[in-house]
């Protein structure tokens, strides 16, 4: 277990704003990861290997993308028991994202809302940051890495943004993701039409397989589609998955739908809802994607697991992996140790 239990420091940080408590926790991790110090949060990673999409996995428990947008906590986290850990999304360029405040809590829901817009250093930080990083996947944690599109490109162009990501992060990745889904980048989520699906997944999957071929090294690619899909957009990502050879797919994103949270302080800030509002939704797409990809198509879910039983939900609902964010932030590291071990008992 952590040496401070995250009960004694979770009222400090809930009583500072959102976005710079998210701030002030990530630059203490990246400024003590790999000292003495990081016996503050660290615990012992519980074994639950797992071969997916040409990958072993340590165990089925994972860091969603969107925390550390810049890449620089991951030994840090690492410590914390992941199996894995996915950064991001970057975009070729650095950009400030929305305006502030974009980022609320509401905690009688367990729920966060975000339009942070893809903030981040931009792809030679990111990666100056992912090579920096060492203790994690010397112990055997796999990390992913997430891309997505500057704001100022024009959607029809999105395609040169994600090609740029593809290169830059290849080397360095265990598993790439394409975010698709995030609310809070203008017409980002049109990409998940079938037309515009196809044409980028395309153009994507013949660059990976170009680099793969020169490096002589197989990176699996996933998508990371939204929560707020019905049946038929669905079965139609998932035709556009297996039709264009993309390696997985991670279910789901945050959620634009306030249904859950009406009523309380903040729920009508735009942006994206994520946290225990969005676990039956995200269950639900997983559901859907299981049923029309077939057994043995890995499928990453995330969204609103608060708990070992929500982890264990999302396998039954048809998951192979779990990640996790909101969850975090409300329960602390202990989170990490339940759901990998809730996990291995299935």
Known sequence: MPLIPYALTRPFLFGLDPEHAHELTLGAIARLQNTPAQCLWSQPRIADPIELAGLKFPNRIGLAAGLDKNGRCIDGLGAMGFGFIEVGTVTPKGQ????????????????????????????????????RAHSFRAAGGLLGLNIGKNAVTPIEEAASDYLLGLDGVFPHADYITVNISSPN?????????????????????????????????????????APDLDEEQVAVIAQTLQKNGIDGVIATNTTISREAVKGLAHAEETGGLSGRPVFEASNRV??????????????IGVGGVMSGEDARAKLQAGADLVQIYTGLIYQGPALVRDCAAAMARV
Not at 96 to 114: H, S, T
Not at 118 to 129: D, K, P, R, V, W
């Open 286 to 299: 997983i559901r859907l994607l299981r049923s029309a990809l077939g057994g043995n198509y890995p499928i």
């Open 96 to 131: 400030p994202g929305n305006d502030k405040p974009r980022m609320f809590r509401l905690p009688e829901a367990g729920a966060l809302i975000n339009r942070l817009g893809f903030n981040n250093e931009g792809l030679a930080s990111f990666l100056a940051n992912v090579q």
């Open 185 to 225: 980048t203008k017409n980002l989520r049109a990409l998940q039409s079938d037309e515009a699906l196809d044409a980028l997944l395309g153009r994507l999957q013949e660059r990976k397989l170009q680099l793969e071929a020169s490096a002589k090294r197989q990176v699996p690619m996933f998508v990371k589609i």
